[in-house]
């Protein structure tokens, strides 16, 4: 209809260009995300009246959704995303650093002009090099990775700053953590915190350092009486848990689980338990003895007019 009443092509195109470029619908941004996390893209359109025709996101010129009478996913982020389709919102969950980068919004009203958004997500990460880490022995360094304007790094370690030491430096700018070498209290979880003046966000990474094992120990009675029940629980501080093995008066008794228990104490059951911890990664071991010994019961009988004077259980080494 403009063409009949005359107006040249040219003046619609600018007048157009004048409208994408003059009201951005998305917040000027850029978002922060960390990975793991979502981030939800809030238009500053209300519902309108008739829905829209269409409302596609894309990302690196891939069509992520596309929703007209139908939903086109990308299978990349199905599971991955919600939209709003009344309002062209769009949640973005499970980040990953790779969803870093410039996403854009198109939308097709029902009569009217397009519209069209363009925002930039930033996914912070820990990047630490895959390696099997054992203490003392391992070295490692973690990078903190984000993008755009970024004032102040912080390191956190299991909720505080994270304490530099002998094995423990930081470079100039705090992107990275040296930890050479790694030790049993290098295990846990890291935190840097980016900031800048109007917002910060913070990248986790859990880091483990392979150890152990240590404190080997048994938990059950020093004595106990013939016919009774007996249990015993090894417990060993190894990552990854400690495999255990008995060996009772240091022979191997088959047993390889952290409790060993013996149905009714007999005589031949007394002797030392020994419990050995085999951490499978450091390749160490650790053990603890257990001397069980018997316990012999005293009863005391009593004539009719003297009361007992003692009652009671009396340990004995078993000879
Ligand atoms: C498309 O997705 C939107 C948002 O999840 C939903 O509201 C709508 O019902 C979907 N349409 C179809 C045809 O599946
Ligand atoms: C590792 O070093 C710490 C102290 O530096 C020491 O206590 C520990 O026994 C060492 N562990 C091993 C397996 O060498
Ligand atoms: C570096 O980290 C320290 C704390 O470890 C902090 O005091 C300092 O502000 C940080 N500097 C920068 C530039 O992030
Ligand atoms: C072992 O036990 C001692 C004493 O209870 C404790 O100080 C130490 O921290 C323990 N070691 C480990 C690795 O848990
Ligand atoms: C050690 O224990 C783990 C589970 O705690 C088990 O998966 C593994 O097979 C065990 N290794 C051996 C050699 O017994
Ligand atoms: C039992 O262990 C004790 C120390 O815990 C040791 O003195 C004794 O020789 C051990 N006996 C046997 C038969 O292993
Ligand atoms: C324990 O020993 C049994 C046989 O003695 C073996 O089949 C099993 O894999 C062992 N399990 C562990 C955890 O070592
Ligand atoms: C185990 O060793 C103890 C000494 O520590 C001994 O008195 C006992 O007879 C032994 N038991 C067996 C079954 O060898």
Redesign the pocket.
């Known amino acids: 209809q403009s063409m009949d009443k005359g107006i040249p092509w040219a003046v619609v195109m600018i007048l157009l260009s004048d409208v994408c470029a003059g009201e951005n619908i998305l917040p000027p941004g850029p978002l922060s995300g960390a990975v793991g996390g979502r981030v939800k893209f809030t238009t500053s359109l209300s519902r309108p009246e008739s829905p829209f025709l269409s409302v596609s996101w894309s990302f690196k010129s891939v069509n992520i959704i596309t ?1 007209t ?3 086109i996913t990308e299978p990349g982020h199905t599971n991955r995303i ?4 009344a309002t062209g919102s769009l949640e973005l969950r499970n980040l990953v650093p790779e969803d870093s980068g410039e996403y854009t919004l198109t939308i097709i009203p029902d009569g009217g002009l397009q519209r069209i958004g363009r925002i930039t997500l930033n996914v912070a990460t820990i990047r630490s090099p895959a390696a099997v880490l054992i203490e003392n022995q391992s070295s490692t360094s973690l990078t903190c990775e984000a993008s755009g304007s970024i004032s102040t790094r912080e390191w956190i370690k299991d909720g505080r700053f994270l304490h530099l030491s002998d094995s423990v430096s930081l470079s100039m700018d705090n992107r990275t953590v040296f930890i050479r070498p790694v030790h049993s209290s290098s295990h846990g979880t890291y935190q840097c915190r980016v900031s800048n003046p109007v917002s910060s966000l913070t990248a986790v990474l859990h880091l483990t350092v392979n150890y152990g094992p240590y404190n080997t120990s048994i938990i059950g009675p020093s004595a106990a009486s013939p016919g009774q029940k007996v249990t015993l629980q090894c417990t060993a501080v190894s990552i990854p848990p400690a495999n255990f093995s008995w060996a009772f008066n240091g022979t191997d008794t088959h047993v390889n689980t952290s409790v060993f228990v013996i149905e009714k104490l007999e005589y031949k059951s007394i002797g030392n338990y020994t419990c050995t911890a085999r951490n499978m990664v450091t390749k160490k071991e650790n053990s603890a003895v257990l001397d069980l010994r018997g316990k012999m019961v005293i009863i005391w009988t009593c004539g009719i007019n003297s009361p007992p004077e003692v009652s009671g259980e009396q340990d004995r080494s078993h000879v």
């Open positions: 929703s009478s139908t939903n919600s939209l709003d389709r």
